[in-house]
C-alpha cells in the first residue's frame, strides 16, 4: 500500500511528461509528411483535363 503513494504520483507525472513531449512533436513538425508531395508529382496524372473528361465520358 505505501508503494501506491509513489507509484501513483509517478505514473501521473511520467503520463503528463509523455503528453508534452508528444503535443510539443506534433507542434514542431516532426510528423509532417515530406515524401508525399514528392510522391505526388512523380504519380500525376499527364493527361490533360479536356483528354481526361473525354476518356470518362467514353466509359
Do not use: C, N
Request: glycine share 6%; hydrophobic share 45%; no cysteine.
Amino acid at each position: 500500500m505505501e508503494s501506491l503513494y509513489l507509484l501513483i504520483p509517478l505514473s501521473l507525472v511520467l503520463a503528463f511528461a509523455i503528453g508534452a513531449i508528444f503535443w510539443w512533436a506534433t507542434r514542431s513538425g516532426q510528423f509532417d509528411d515530406m515524401e508525399g508531395p514528392a510522391h505526388r508529382i512523380l504519380m500525376d496524372d499527364d493527361k490533360p483535363d479536356a483528354a481526361r473528361k473525354e476518356d470518362d465520358a467514353r466509359e
